[in-house]
């Protein structure tokens, strides 16, 4: 898979609206901030492609990236920034959760993680709901350059010991970490294996 062969298709706000033609999909999912923005450009070795907020919950269109012409690498919108008072919380949890359940080109989620809190109640939602419905998935751990060795394994432990059958890639943008592990992912994604 050539990942220089990458670009940015389309932002959509509905199942209905995804690009033509139809390639296999591995979406990005995670907090707000967490960097799945980040990982994009990392994993495809651009610096802007995938663009970044400074203002978490910004973004609000699912981002659709070809990679070869052979699979979307797909960028969800960050949860945890709606207040429990807004009322586009509950139709953007709908939105969010009719996208993963009625697309038959999914077939990994990337669940990104921020190493340094790797205990926050929406992120154990979310694998408890990606396990109850059956879609395949894998945590990433971002931001691990940001913790000594220690502190990393002990997160790392911590998700591990609630969620054992889990696999998890630790990952930075920054260092490139687990980087390799992400293409073969994405390799084997492609090639249906």
Known sequence: MNLNNASYVKGVVRLREKPKPSYPEV??????????????????????????????????????????????????????????????SKTWDQLLGNFILKNHQLKLVLLLIDSRHPDLQS???????LRDNHIPFIIILTKCDKLSGNQFKNRQQKINSTFPDIRIIPFSSRTKTGRSDIIGLLEQTASGS
């Open 123 to 129: 992120d154990a939602y979310t694998i408890t709901w």
């Open 27 to 88: 979406v990005v999912i995670g907090r707000s901030n967490v960097g799945k923005s980040s990982l994009i450009n990392a994993v495809l070795n651009r610096k802007n492609l995938a663009k970044t907020s400074s203002t978490p919950g910004k973004t609000r269109l699912i981002n659709y990236f070809h990679v070869d012409h052979q699979l979307y690498l797909v960028d969800l919108p960050g949860y945890g920034y709606l207040s429990k008072k807004d009322s586009d």
